[in-house]
């Protein structure tokens, strides 16, 4: 079975964005691209909230082509590209694009659909209220939290809908120079 792994910059006190939105406060650097982009690599499928989609859609698709591209730009372009989308959204349900289904009913089962199939993880980035619905599920395996050196008091909180206690095992950690640490757990 494939896992669900979520991937998410969060605050100390577990937000992943501002009351807005905002997402200033998120240190990212090098050495973190680098880290993730290892990881990204294997898998072959990722998840997004509607909202979180299109703005991965309105920047992945041509980031590799502008001038002065990053080494991470070029290297998750290339990944964005030929990696499967499971976009969860009621507005675009009929929508049909090249590597990208959209789901907008039936999300528990159609994910335990997915996961049944053969391929590699299925990695989710951001899209906070696609994990608050799918933390409802109990669908999520594994997380990667990049924990940031700042206490935001309020905004969207990572762990939303979380129907019980969840046991988690820390796999590994990592600290950054930039004061982020990465801590991977799973469902024990």
Not at 23 to 39: N, S, Y
Not at 78 to 91: D, N, R, T
Not at 128 to 133: D, E
């Amino acid at each position: 079975m494939r896992k669900l792994v979520s991937f998410f910059h969060v605050s100390l006190d577990g937000y992943v964005a501002g009351p807005n939105g905002e997402m200033d406060w998120i240190k990212v650097d090098e050495e973190i691209f680098d880290h993730v982009g290892d990881r990204v690599n294997d898998s072959d499928t990722a998840l997004y909230g509607r909202v979180t989609w299109q703005m991965m859609e309105g920047y992945w698709p041509t980031a590799a082509d502008q001038p002065g591209a990053s080494k991470h730009d070029i290297e998750h372009a290339a990944w964005y590209k030929k990696a499967e989308k499971i976009v969860l959204s009621k507005s675009r349900q009929n929508e049909q694009l090249p590597n990208t289904v959209f789901i907008s009913e039936d999300v528990e089962q159609r994910i335990k659909a997915i996961k049944r199939q053969n391929g590699k993880e299925i990695l989710i980035f951001g899209s906070p209220s696609a994990t608050h619905s799918l933390l409802q599920y109990d669908l999520i395996d594994e997380f990667w939290l990049f924990v940031n050196p700042v206490i935001l008091t309020k905004g969207i909180p990572l762990f939303k809908n979380v129907p019980e206690t969840t046991q988690l095992t820390l796999v590994s950690s990592k600290s950054f120079a930039n004061g982020v640490v990465c801590v991977h757990y799973m469902k024990a």
